[in-house]
């Protein structure tokens, strides 16, 4: 049995009725609602579902989305984020972060800065001019959802960005200009200013030597790196128990929370090996059988174990893809395009909702007070008079 101390607490509590007196010798029932850790997938589609009045499919979709995650990403890639300069999509991204909000999941946009998906238009300028538009791109846009949205992923895959020659690109040319570390440094403190208690996040697939240094050059320089986001898109294979471990071993040293900010196990045929860049591979419609889809599940609950029950740092995992078909047309979500559950779903949905969940009944003491002990995160303490929200931490 997995010693699960570190994701648990205890508490404590005294519960009082509406006059403000102790409820004493009374039967309550404790019940936790979320969960600390932060159990994510990638939220894309609620930008639809709250552009207007949902139809009965997107509502379908919406509520299994929120029945199994509290921590949702959103898209900021600024090529579709503000396509015409000065007419950001702030509305539409605005309304999506309170609705998820608003049913208790925590949101963190992603990216602020990223050469993949950049605005054509920023080619207009210098680099003098490029670099003070990011950085007003960053201001902007982490002061305005600030209370709403208060994690980002600052900047993603800088290790290649420099050498990146798929094609020319406005934010590969300021970081050639002013080096890996000088550009994550000037993104970060605009980020860091605009919203001083935000969590700021690097993020990487480039999980090489080349990222350990980058990230203990930046921590050096005074870089405000909050948490570090380990990519790990496996459609070219699933991580063995060792090469977890490997990878984990030398990013935990730095001491910093560390977030799986994109994760893809698929429920079809691996991509060849040898391919460079993922952007290349694509699915055919029938991919997936469900002996892959077993496998998808049992895979996926493996890893989530294992970085869940052995790794204190470890305090995120985001599942890339919501529903098959998102991104390379891939069978890599926990449910399908028809909407129906995978047994990836059910794998994660006992995890997270019956073996890592507290709900018990107990009574308080002669003075009111009830000991809450659990995985830590909100809570509802429930007596036939009152309920109140218990956070435990």
């Keep these: 049995m997995a010693d699960l101390s570190h ?3 205890e508490a404590k509590v005294q519960i009082k ?7 004493a010798n009374t039967k309550v029932h404790i019940n936790q609602i979320n969960h600390e850790f932060l159990f994510g997938c990638g939220a894309f589609e609620t930008l ?66 990223w050469h993949t998906g950049c605005v054509p238009w920023l080619m207009n300028y210098d680099n003098k001019t490029i670099l003070e538009k990011q950085l007003a791109r960053i201001h902007r846009d982490v002061g305005n959802f600030k209370g709403v949205i208060d994690m980002w992923d600052v900047i993603n895959e800088v290790v290649i960005m420099p050498i990146y020659d798929k094609y020319d690109n406005a934010i590969t040319r300021i970081c050639k200009e002013l080096g890996r570390v000088g550009l994550v440094k000037k993104v970060f403190d605009a980020a860091q200013e605009s919203n001083p208690d ?25 870089v405000p790196i909050k948490k570090i986001g380990l990519q790990s898109h496996q459609h070219q294979g699933v991580w063995s128990y060792e090469k977890t471990e490997e990878i984990l071993s030398r990013f935990e040293h730095f001491g910093l929370p560390i977030h799986f900010t994109e994760n893809t196990i698929v429920a079809g045929p691996l991509v060849d090996p040898s391919l460079d860049d993922l952007q290349d591979a694509h699915y055919d419609d029938d991919a997936a059988t469900p002996e892959l889809e077993q496998k998808q599940a049992d895979d996926l609950e493996k890893m989530y174990r294992n970085l869940f029950e052995n790794h204190p740092l470890v305090t995120a995992i985001t599942n890339w893809d919501f529903g098959d078909g998102a991104w390379l ?35 308080t003491d002669a003075e009111g007070y009830v000991k809450v002990s659990g995985f830590k995160g909100k809570y509802e303490i429930t007596s036939r008079t009152e309920t109140i929200k218990y956070t435990l931490k």
Excluded at 17 to 23: F, N, Q, T
């Design 17 to 23: 009725g509406a006059d403000g007196k102790a409820l």
């Design 198 to 222: 935000g969590i700021f996040l690097i993020n990487d697939f480039n999980l090489s030597t080349n990222y350990e240094i980058l990230i203990d050059g930046c921590l050096n320089a005074g």
């Design 48 to 113: 639809s579902y709250t552009n207007g009045t949902p139809n009965a499919t997107q509502e379908d979709r919406m509520q299994k989305w929120l029945g199994l995650f509290n921590y949702g990403t959103l898209p900021f890639y600024w090529g579709g984020f503000e396509p015409e300069e000065g007419s950001p999509h702030t509305e539409q991204l605005m309304a999506a972060a309170k609705f998820l909000k608003s049913k208790d999941v925590t949101v963190k946009g992603h990216p602020l800065c």
């Design 329 to 363: 047309n891939a069978p890599s979500g926990v449910i399908r395009k028809d909407g129906s559950l995978k047994p990836s779903y059910k794998a994660l949905h006992h995890l997270i909702k019956e073996e890592w969940h507290t709900e018990y009944d107990a009574e």
């Design 7 to 9: 994701r648990k607490a």
